[in-house]
């Protein structure tokens, strides 16, 4: 597994835990939500500012999100 794809694991997880839709999440971080779906893929490199506002939205540190990642196998 990539390191986009473990990101992308991580990242609808941790929103779908939240209850927020891919639509719902674009709209906070003002991206759009086919952007959402791609990162979740792991079809992108995302950026750390996108990746900031992200968790941001989420209401997850980086650091706690990183490490989630970290653990995915």
Known sequence: ????????A???SVRV???ISQEKLAFNVDLH?????SVE????????KNINLIC???EISLS???KEVENID
């Open 33 to 37: 939500r086919t952007y959402i779906g």
């Open 56 to 58: 941001s939205a989420l």
């Open 10 to 12: 991580v990242l609808k």
């Open 64 to 66: 706690d999100f990183f």
């Open 41 to 48: 893929r792991g079809e992108r490199n995302i950026s750390l």
């Open 17 to 19: 835990s939240r209850g």
């Open 1 to 8: 597994m990539t390191i986009e794809e473990k990101f992308g």
